[in-house]
């Protein structure tokens, strides 16, 4: 939102958020995961058990078009924030609860994060179909999908006020967010009453279902529908060809199958010749590479996908803006708050002043 030229006010606890110490980082407090998701953001210590700084959070909510939060439903509402208390103060607010299990299921008062999830929603599961072992998948699955459901169901929510002019309260737990998006292929024939068949999509937890060895490395490819199929056969002609795997839908039957013939093919070429050949017939393919790589890739090279901004510590190249807006672009907004640095400004601009808040209006700096 920061990036698309919204005005984020980041409320964190007098301590800090969590986020703020748990990597490495320019300095104490501002970790690369922490600078990273809240860039652009200007960062606010409001001690919310205090009247002052309760007050001068009210204060804010009468000025938002949003108030997103992401604490447990007993909590908030204790602090004197559920959605009827800012509704009554800002009856066009979206309000946005961010919670581990939605508050209509038997779930709701249970603590959560990305690996609890990632179990609860079945991740671990299919990763032991596929490779043997039950493992969690290797980044934060849970909480980013969870977050890019809360985007999009703000933005929703945005635009119905654009049309009516009446806020409203959104709700996302991170259970069923990531449920969701397991069952969008995950759920196949158990969808169906009776249901056709488990709760799992073959192809994706074939035990064969992995990057292809080649005679000097690895390669990823994905020779998938007829067209790509066909030509694959007439380029290479395996010795195992034959009309059996000649349609995808003869192929999905027997998709491990074919992922071990395949294999065998392909472990007989070097990663480049493959790569050479895919490419020459338009069978999607890519080497390995790392997250460290892709900041020397030459494609988001060219895209410009990576940012510079000057920050107090120095130059820091920041993941740009995915999206690409012919009228609209959005771009890095700018470094991540220090803890506290933005709370005299803003208090000044509500007509607060610190010294009769409680607030910290002092930013903390390098430690």
């Not at 700084?53 to 009468?62: D, M």
Request: charged share 20%; proline share 7%.
């Amino acid at each position: 939102m920061a990036d698309m030229g919204a005005d984020v006010i980041k409320v964190e606890p007098p301590q800090g958020d969590d986020a703020r110490y748990v990597s490495v980082g320019p300095a104490r407090g501002m970790s690369g995961v922490f600078m990273n998701v809240n860039r652009g953001k200007r960062g606010v210590t409001i001690d919310l058990k205090s009247d002052s700084g309760a007050a001068a959070l009210r204060a804010l909510i009468e000025r938002a078009d949003v108030f997103i939060h992401s604490m447990r439903a007993k909590a908030v509402a204790r602090l004197g924030f559920s959605y009827a208390d800012v509704a009554a103060i800002n009856p066009a607010i979206v309000y946005t609860n961010c919670y581990g299990y939605g508050r209509r299921g038997p779930n709701r008062d249970l603590p959560a994060y990305d690996d609890t999830i990632q179990a609860a929603c079945g991740l671990p599961f299919v990763q032991e179909q596929l490779t043997g072992e039950a493992n969690y998948v290797g980044t934060v699955l849970a909480d980013k999908v969870a977050g890019l459901t809360a985007l999009y169901a703000t933005m929703m929510a945005l635009f119905h006020r654009e049309r009516t002019g009446e806020g409203q309260e959104v709700e996302i737990g991170m259970f069923e967010a990531v449920a969701s998006f397991m069952l969008v292929e995950h759920a196949n024939g158990a969808m169906f009453d009776p249901p056709l068949g488990p709760a799992v999509y073959p192809r994706t937890v074939a035990p064969n279902r992995r990057p292809f060895r080649t005679s000097d490395g690895y390669i990823a490819a994905l020779i998938y529908n007829d067209r790509h199929w066909a030509a694959f056969i007439d380029a290479v002609r395996p010795a195992w060809a034959s009309d059996r795997y000649a349609t995808l839908e003869a192929r999905a039957r027997e998709i491990d199958t074919v992922y071990a013939l395949l294999a065998e093919t392909i472990s007989r070429r070097s990663t480049e010749e493959w790569l050479q050949l895919f490419r020459e017939l338009e069978i999607p393919a890519s080497s390995l590479s790392s997250p460290e790589a892709l900041f020397e890739d030459p494609h988001l090279d060219a895209v410009d996908f990576f940012e510079t901004v000057d920050t107090p510590h120095g130059p820091v190249r920041f993941p740009g803006v995915p999206a690409w807006f012919s009228r609209t672009p959005g771009r890095v907004a700018g470094p991540a708050p220090e803890l506290g640095a933005d709370t005299a400004d803003v208090l000044e601009q509500l007509g607060l002043a610190s010294a009769n808040t409680g607030v910290d209006a002092n930013p903390v700096g390098p430690i």
